[in-house]
């Protein structure tokens, strides 16, 4: 018990002058990181998946919770097999704007919540199977285009 208080303290060091969302967004990273790592964790592996991002035929965010740096939280509103959109969950004055942002995360990089703008979809599917589809959506649908009867976005119709 001694011994694991002692990392602790040693792990909480690193944390010293961060905001408190700041760490919980980074422990939500570490958590979905060693979700993805064989066991018994290798520290080069974990820089590997870190450099090269997570390419496993898996869930991208098994969690499928987050907040954002500014204090809000993501509601997941969809996925399919290569991308998870979370929409952020206005709080207080915020909550009257009537615009709403989106947020992703895809498998090849899902330690990274972007917002869902065209260039940061596009600088995250390059050079992947899935950028000449993307594009196509992309010129044809604002990126916010929902189904008028389901109100899902269409771009997780994209495949």
């Known amino acids: 018990m001694k011994k694991e208080q002692q990392l602790l303290y040693k792990v909480i060091r690193n944390f010293?002058?961060?905001?408190?969302?700041?760490?919980?967004?980074?422990?939500?990273?570490?958590?979905t990181l060693l979700f993805y790592?064989?066991?018994?964790?290798n520290s080069d592996h974990l820089h590997q998946m870190?450099?090269?991002g997570v390419k496993e035929d898996v869930d991208?965010?098994?969690?499928?919770?987050?907040?954002?740096?500014?204090?809000?939280?993501?509601?997941f509103v969809?996925?399919?097999?290569?991308?998870h959109i979370y929409k952020e969950v206005k709080r207080g004055w915020g909550s009257w704007n009537p615009y709403t942002t989106y947020y992703f995360k895809t498998k090849y990089a899902p330690l990274e919540l972007l917002r869902l703008t065209?260039?940061?979809?596009?600088?995250?599917?390059?050079?992947t199977a899935h950028e000449l589809e993307v594009a196509a959506y992309l010129s044809a649908?604002?990126?916010?285009?929902?189904?008028?009867?389901?109100?899902?976005?269409?771009?997780l119709k994209v495949e």
């Open 60 to 75: 991208i965010d098994s969690f499928q919770f987050t907040i954002l740096p500014n204090g809000n939280f993501c509601e």
């Open 141 to 155: 649908y604002r990126i916010s285009k929902k189904e008028g009867h389901t109100e899902n976005l269409l771009l």
């Open 50 to 52: 870190i450099k090269s």
């Open 37 to 41: 790592a064989k066991s018994p964790i």
């Open 78 to 83: 969809g996925s399919n097999n290569w991308i």
């Open 16 to 31: 010293q002058g961060m905001h408190k969302i700041e760490v919980f967004d980074l422990l939500h990273k570490i958590e």
């Open 118 to 127: 065209k260039k940061n979809l596009m600088e995250n599917v390059h050079n």
